[in-house]
């Protein structure tokens, strides 16, 4: 098992960008595929992206493809989202969350451990 935190998360405008971190512990984080999930104001939990234990293979939901970004860096046993052209309807909380498995899914109930989540708001 993992123990996931996130942090990065604030208020920024329309088309700013944002870098969120989870950072990891536990020693297997490197076969973990990692995922971002967000939960919007009295909205269902959204899967944002996921990332494979090699960094290779890589999954975004259609909303965000092309403007975020999922990494991980193994040694440093975080993982990343790079947000770009952020719009307000993406505020929301945003959580870290961990897969045993090396599937990489979108499917937000395939992930075992979830970190506290952060912040993301973003105004008009």
């Known amino acids: 098992q993992v123990q996931l935190v996130e942090s990065g998360g604030g208020l920024v405008q329309a088309g700013d960008s944002l870098r969120l971190s989870c950072a990891a512990s536990?020693?297997?984080?490197?076969?973990?595929?990692m995922g971002w999930i967000r939960q919007a104001p009295g909205k269902d939990h959204e899967f944002v992206a996921a990332?494979?234990?090699?960094?290779?293979?890589?999954k975004y939901g259609d909303s965000v493809k092309g403007r975020f970004t999922i990494s991980r860096d193994n040694a440093k046993i975080t993982v990343y989202l790079e947000m770009n052209s952020l719009k307000p309807e993406e505020t929301a909380v945003y959580y870290c969350?961990?897969?045993?498995?090396?599937?990489?899914?979108?499917?937000?109930?395939?992930?075992?451990?979830w970190g506290q989540g952060t912040q993301v708001t973003v105004s008009s």
């Open positions: 969350a961990a897969d045993r498995t090396a599937l990489v899914s979108e499917s937000i109930y395939d992930y075992d451990n």
């Open positions: 536990g020693r297997t984080f490197s076969s973990y595929t």
């Open positions: 990332i494979d234990w090699s960094g290779v293979n890589r």
